[in-house]
Structures are given as C-alpha cells and as structure tokens.
C-alpha cells in the first residue's frame, strides 16, 4: 500500500479494494435498497461475483479501476462513481484516456455555430431582455452571482423579460442560486426535502466534517442534529426536516421580471435540476430546450477511503422525498417548450418566444 501511495507503483490488491467499494455502497449509499431489490438480487449477485473473479486475478490501479468503476455504473447514478487519484492522472494520464475511453460519457455537444461563455455573467440581450449566462452552481460562482446581481440591480429591475442560460450547467450547490429566487417568485413554493441513510460509515464521515474548523456554525448545527438523529435510527432513512413536504412563501413579487425563460440542455444536472424544480413552480417561468441530464434523486455526496489511497469512492448518503413517485434520474426535467439541439442562436429564439406567451 505505501508504495502505492508513494511512488506510484502499479501495484495494489485488487481483490481487497474491490471488497471494499461492495462493502462501502452496500452499507453507505443511498440508493443501494432502491436498486439492489428482489426482482434483480440474483443477477446482481452474479453480476457481482464476476467482477469478483477478475479482481482476484489483476494488481495495477488502472485494470482494477476499470472493475471498480463497471462495479459503481451498475447503480446508474453519477452521484455514486470511484475516482482516482490526482497524483495518479498526472503521471500516468495517457492510462486515464484510454481508461476513460471504456466509460464514454453522454455529453450533449450544441450546434456548431452555438459558442457557449464558460464563466457567470449578466448582460442586456435586447431594450427589454436581460441574459443570465450560468454555467455552473460550484461554489465559487456564489460570490459571482451575488456580486453580478448587485452591479446589475437596475437594469434587472427594469427588464420585463430574463433569458437564463443554464446550458452545461452540471451543478455545485444549491446556496449559489439563493439570491436569484426571489426575482422568480410569484406563489408559494413546495420543497420536499431530502432524507439521509443512517449507518455507521455515514455518521463517521458527518462526524469528520462536523470537527472540521472550516465548517460554518450554521452547517455544525446542523451537522450535530443530524449526527444524533442518525445514531438513533441506525439501517434506516431520517428526515432532519421533520416533514415530509413544506412550503415557502416570501412576503413580496417583484413586478420584474414579468416572464423567464429558462434554457437548458442534457448536460444539466444535480443542483441545477433542483433550481428547475423551485423555478418551474413560478408563473412566471417557462422551460425551453431539451431534457435535462436527470441526477438528483441521491445526494449530498462524501467521499469514503478505500485500501489504495490513489482510489477514493464517492457516494450520495441522502435521496429526495419524490421517491419513489417522481423519480428524475436517468430521465431528467423535461422542458415546456423544446427546442431541438441542433437549433442555432438558441438565446434570441427563447427570447422571442417568450415575448409571445400571453
């Protein structure tokens, strides 16, 4: 193991790492008891043995990763995946293309003459049309945002009409998106909340994030119910919330914007798709584009050690209260009005035809 770890060597136990990703999601992942059920217990059993006897046979990082990576792509959730190493990627990345390259992603590409911007920005599309471009809810867009939302106060409060571009907009976290949904509100707003899986590995990984000094207040108190809630409920799923829906409702409507449109493609996913959730219960939104990528119903992902320290798993402890009855994975959000991707100049036609709903 401490070569591995130390130079990189292209030696590691499979088989022990492969037992522990089983062990880890079996007890850990959200989602395992929605997916692993009686209908199909014996064919993941044997799906499960055969990546077993593969294991016992390879000792490099990059074939077992390859077993480890088939073993999570069985659950269908990008929340749930085994990462490697940065240390491992930069050494050896012309292994990580060709590994990659057995696990190719469905990225939605738009029509050529469509050049997406990559950073947070708001600009005036027409005399009466702000544009929103969001290419991302990471963390570090918060500030962005909020900063972009100040600057621009009176042209957006001037403007009947927003164009939110939220195409590629793979996620980060809901506090990113916070300020803007005001500006959207016209009616109350039904959020189900999210119910985490109570086990033993789950309140270790809480706990470590809990004793981090870098952890708000806020998120330590929380942190410190939820830890306490989960150790007296061990195997079963707990609803920090206490409810299982609840309603938000803001004291005001902005007068502007009077319509939004929102314009998405197959690339948006996890906390984008929780922003089309709240957004699309506004009267004055409208969804335009493709369907969403469809990653949300696990969440608030950890990362969990494994025996080769170039090898981390990452796995949702929490699944949303939609369950089982609206499930968005693998489907995704699908738009009010579709616009092929193929579709050029993507922005102005959302933009018109926005001005032309009554």
């Known amino acids: 193991m401490f070569s591995c770890s130390v130079s990189l060597a292209q030696n590691c136990n499979c088989k022990l790492n492969f037992e522990a990703v089983v062990s880890q999601v079996k007890s850990n992942y959200a989602g395992y008891n929605d997916k692993v059920n009686p209908k199909n217990k014996k064919s993941f059993n044997r799906f ?26 069985y659950f269908k959730d990008q929340h749930l995946r085994v990462q490697l190493g940065w240390r491992y990627r930069e050494k050896f990345p012309e292994k990580v293309i060709a590994i990659n390259k057995q696990f190719p992603k469905k990225i939605v590409t ?4 469509e050049k997406l911007i990559q950073f947070t920005s708001i600009s005036e599309l027409d005399a009466e049309t702000m544009l929103l471009r969001l290419p991302s809810f990471e ?17 957006i409060k001037q403007k009947p009409y ?16 916070s300020a803007l949904l005001p500006f959207l509100y016209t009616n109350p707003v039904e959020i189900l909340p999210d119910e985490y899986w109570s086990s033993v590995g789950n309140i270790e990984i809480l ?6 000094e870098n952890t708000s207040a806020s998120s330590k108190e929380f942190l410190a119910k939820l830890i306490n809630l989960m150790e007296a409920n061990i195997g079963s799923f707990v609803n920090p919330s206490g409810k299982d829906s609840f309603t938000s409702k803001l004291d ?13 493609d197959g690339n948006v996913a996890s906390s984008a798709e929780s922003f089309l959730l709240l957004a699309k219960q506004s009267k004055k939104v409208k969804i335009f584009g493709e ?16 025996p080769e320290p170039e090898f981390k798993l990452v796995a949702a402890i929490s699944r949303y209260k939609r369950l089982p009855n609206n499930p968005i994975d693998n489907i995704g959000i699908k738009p009010d009005v579709k616009i092929n991707n193929e579709q ?15």
């Not at 164009?163 to 998106?177: A, E, K, M, P, S």
């Not at 100049?345 to 009554?358: D, F, G, P, T």
């Open 48 to 73: 499960t043995n055969n990546l077993m006897q593969k294991a016992l046979n390879l000792n490099s990082i990059d074939s077992c990763y390859v077993v480890l990576k088939t073993f999570t792509n």
């Open 110 to 113: 738009s029509a050529p003459a």
């Open 139 to 155: 963390w570090s867009e918060k500030k962005k945002l909020d900063s972009l939302l100040y600057t621009y106060q009176k042209q």
């Open 162 to 177: 927003w164009v939110i571009d939220l195409r590629g907009n793979t996620g980060g976290t809901d506090y990113v998106f």
């Open 207 to 212: 706990t470590e994030n809990l004793a981090d």
């Open 252 to 264: 005001s409507v902005y007068p502007y914007p009077k319509k939004v449109g929102i314009l998405i």
């Open 291 to 306: 369907n969403s990528a469809g990653v949300l119903d696990y969440a608030n992902t950890q990362f969990f050690d494994l």
């Open 344 to 358: 050029i100049n993507k922005v102005i036609v959302v933009a018109e035809k926005l001005k032309q709903i009554k």
